[in-house]
């Protein structure tokens, strides 16, 4: 596995590097050599932030934690990667898909107990949607009290998605075809 690591704010010592390449070099099993693992970390105020993604296969594996303490941060992270792994694999073996960036043993190792987490719909809701501004969205949501809101934008006349960030602000997300 190939490490980019990179520092906002904060200077990437070895000693960080050693810990982020021992933590998430545990899952050296599952990846091909190849495979790139791109680490971020930064400092913001009291908030030591990392975040990995792990692209494979046309999707990304990616996770973002935040602790007051980097060393705590990069155990959480490696947790939370080895969790959607699973449920990747899961995915994977569920629709004979190949893997890609994953080792045969990666599919080959039994699963712990406990890990069976397959995704389930439980509730399908249809709803009208009529054109709207992005702006006009965001007060929408704000009226239903959710932290999304799908919409037809009025000037591009395609399905967008607002929701609120975790700072407070809002994004917006457009589709784009390929």
Same mark, same amino acid.
């Given at each position: ?41 930064? #400092?913001?105020?009291? !908030?030591?932030? @990392?975040?990995?993604?792990? /692209?494979?296969?046309?999707? +990304? ?60 719909? #439980?509730?399908?809701? !249809?709803?009208? @949607?009529?054109?709207?501004? /992005?702006?006009?969205?965001? +007060? ?39």
């Amino acid at each position: 596995m190939k490490f980019i690591i990179s520092g906002k704010n904060i200077e990437v010592t070895p000693g960080l590097k050693d810990t982020i390449t021992h933590k998430l070099g545990k899952l050296e099993r599952y990846f091909t050599p190849d495979t790139e693992i791109i680490v971020t970390l930064s #400092v913001e105020k009291e !908030r030591q932030k @990392i975040e990995v993604t792990i /692209p494979v296969k046309g999707n +990304i594996i990616r996770s973002e934690q935040v602790s007051s303490d980097m060393y705590v941060s990069i155990d959480l992270v490696e947790e939370v990667i080895e969790r959607q792994l699973r449920k990747y694999k899961t995915k994977l073996i569920a629709r004979h898909q190949d893997g890609g960036n994953f080792r045969q043993e990666f599919f080959d190792e039994a699963d712990t107990p406990g890990s069976d987490e397959e995704i389930r719909i #439980v509730r399908t809701k !249809r709803f009208g @949607i009529k054109p709207m501004y /992005p702006e006009d969205a965001c +007060i929408q949501m704000d009226l239903l009290g959710h932290d999304f809101f799908v919409f037809c934008n009025a000037e591009t006349d395609e399905v967008n998605v607002v929701y609120r960030r975790k700072d407070g602000t809002f994004g917006l997300i457009e589709p784009e075809f390929q």
